[in-house]
């Protein structure tokens, strides 16, 4: 009887944590349904200047590592806003200006940014390009050091980049690029969620996973095609739930098993990185989320700008 009801109790948990799952998981879709029905205009800079575009699309999350790196990150940040006070965070990274600016300099680089919400730039204060568009300021501070183009839109998945990648458009900037950044796979995720999300469970996702991974292999091949020459970076996802249902290890797993996908394949790749961001948002300490409690702020960008920079630099001086 004591062994009987020791299972029933491992099951009953087991059953809480996954309707618990499933609240939250349908919850974010109909909030994603509600809010993609809302038009919202966004900036896109590119060499010649800003073009507006309006997306409707599907729902999106993102996702992304490496706890090592953002405690010197977070003293920047606030050594920054010390000696700024008054100024918006998505102006520009003041500590990193000069050495950025040091970098690019005498390179006169061609940056374009492909991909989902993220480099979109969606929940932007100021609807200024999120990440991409504080690097195009930092890096552009006194005067044009780069040109930076930014193909983002809200709920891509990974089989829409490729379309977007044949319009002759994006494939040019691609082909031309000495630069290229990419955050995808998000929406991937959230279209498991939307086509299962009435009985959702964690082997669906798993079984996604492989799909994703054929999909995105198939967006390295097709840059490559278009470009052989230019350093490519994947920037990963974060986990927006990790700060509100930190007792719910799929979710985690979910991102990390994805995220894993992505950090794996660019080691297939020449002149291909993988970015982390995960870590960047596990501080539970600083608002890092926009209302809608799944893509950054100001301040969220300013911290995936910073960490991509600094990959650029670093990783390109060494």
């Known amino acids: 009887m004591e062994y009987i009801s020791i299972g029933v109790v491992i099951m009953k948990r087991k059953a809480l944590i996954i309707i618990g ?55 920047e940040e606030e050594m920054e806003q010390k000696e700024n006070p008054e100024s918006k965070v998505s102006n520009i990274i003041v500590e ?38 504080i690097i195009d300021r930092t890096i552009n501070k006194d005067r044009k050091h780069a040109s930076i183009q930014n193909f983002g839109k809200r709920g891509d998945r990974t089989d829409q980049l490729l379309l977007r990648l044949d319009d002759p458009k994006v494939a040019t900037s691609v082909s031309e690029a000495d630069i290229i950044l990419i955050t995808i796979g998000a929406n991937d995720i959230m279209h498991v969620v939307k086509e299962n999300f009435t009985h959702l469970t ?28 230019a350093k490519i970076y994947l920037i990963g996802f974060y986990n927006p739930f990790a700060k509100y249902f930190p007792e719910i290890e799929e979710l985690g797993m979910i991102v ?63």
């Open 21 to 75: 799952f499933l609240i939250i998981i349908t919850s974010v879709f109909f909030i994603f349904i509600l809010s993609s029905n809302e038009t919202q205009t966004t900036h896109y800079r590119d060499t010649s200047g800003i073009e507006e575009n309006k997306e409707e699309n599907e729902p999106e999350s993102s996702v992304t590592e490496n706890n090592t790196e953002s405690t010197e990150e977070d003293s």
């Open 202 to 229: 964690y082997s669906q996702f798993a079984d996604a996973r492989s799909d994703y991974e054929e999909r995105l292999r198939t967006v390295f091949e097709r840059v490559q095609s278009l470009n052989d020459e």
């Open 256 to 318: 990390d098993d994805w995220n894993e996908v992505g950090e794996k394949m660019t080691g297939d790749y020449p002149n291909t990185t993988y970015i982390p961001t995960k870590d960047l948002f596990a501080d539970e300490d600083i608002d890092l989320f926009a209302e809608d409690h799944f893509h950054p702020n100001d301040r969220g960008y300013e911290r995936m700008a910073r960490r991509v920079l600094n990959y650029i630099t670093e990783e390109t001086e060494g």
């Open 96 to 133: 990193v200006v000069q050495n950025t600016i040091d970098f690019f300099s005498e390179k006169d680089l061609n940056i374009v940014a492909v991909g989902d919400s993220l480099t979109q730039g969606v929940g932007d204060s100021q609807n200024q390009g999120g990440y991409v568009g």
